[in-house]
């Protein structure tokens, strides 16, 4: 059973860099996994961070950044700010039509 | 503006059903994979589903397969989820969503609605 595994509750200070990892049980994160990044707060919908492992989605701030990172895709944050504290998903395309998202991982910035 | 509206959602007991709506506008609804996903509550998301732009090809969670069956009808804009047999685990936030495709080769989800709540309980 493949699972996507992102980190527990993390924490960074403001001004810091933080790096939020997305990996596949049964392997590498690769571009055919069409990795994306997804940022939530409480009460709203999922907003689109990055798409396609590095393209940020339109209005996202360029201190947010997407790459893959080893075997794992990558969501780097440089220079937190108070207002990057929420919730952070990835998915992925695992094969056959079915994609799964990754646990969360809840960013804290203090 | 593109807009994804989802309506449908209840207090049902279990094993009973439920039939979920997405209305989308701003867009051509024909011409985009969608998806439902889900939030159980304090919970993280879940992929629940796939639909294909002519309804032809569908996808399903493990846990959902024979009991929800996703459907669209792009005459109306419209995407359903069919609920049979719910569980206490189904109770969650649904959320309808679009697939995006970019550079004839990546999707992504870039359009969300807002959910409609589901709660299974007797």
């Known amino acids: 059973q493949t699972v996507v595994t992102q980190e527990p509750p993390f924490s960074v200070s403001p001004g810091g860099t933080v790096t939020l990892t997305c990996g596949l049980s049964s392997g590498s994160v690769s571009a055919t996994n069409h990795p994306s990044w997804y940022q939530q707060t409480p009460g709203q919908p999922p907003r689109t961070l990055i798409y396609s492992t590095n393209i940020r989605s339109s209005g996202v701030p360029d201190r947010f950044s997407g790459y893959i990172l080893g075997n794992k895709s990558a969501l780097t944050i440089t220079g937190a700010q108070a207002e990057d504290e929420s919730d952070y998903y990835c998915?992925?395309?695992?094969?056959?039509?079915?994609?799964?998202f990754g646990g969360g991982t809840k960013l804290t910035v203090l | 503006e593109l807009q994804l509206v989802e309506s449908g959602g209840g207090l049902v007991q279990p094993g009973g059903s439920l039939r979920l709506s997405c209305a989308a506008s701003g867009f051509t609804f024909s011409s985009y994979w969608m998806t439902w996903v889900r939030q159980a509550p304090g919970k993280g998301l879940e992929w629940v589903a796939n639909?294909?732009?002519?309804?032809?090809?569908?996808y399903y969670v493990d846990s959902v397969k024979g009991r929800f069956t996703i459907s669209r009808d792009n005459a109306k804009n419209s995407l359903y989820l069919q609920m049979n047999n719910l569980r206490a685990e189904d109770t969650a936030l649904y959320y309808c969503?679009?697939?995006?495709?970019?550079?004839?080769?990546?999707?992504?989800?870039?359009?969300w609605g807002r959910g409609t709540t589901v709660t299974v309980s007797s």
């Open positions: 639909i294909k732009q002519d309804g032809s090809s569908k």
């Open positions: 998915v992925l395309y695992v094969g056959s039509g079915i994609w799964m």
């Open positions: 969503a679009r697939w995006e495709l970019v550079m004839g080769t990546y999707y992504y989800l870039d359009v």
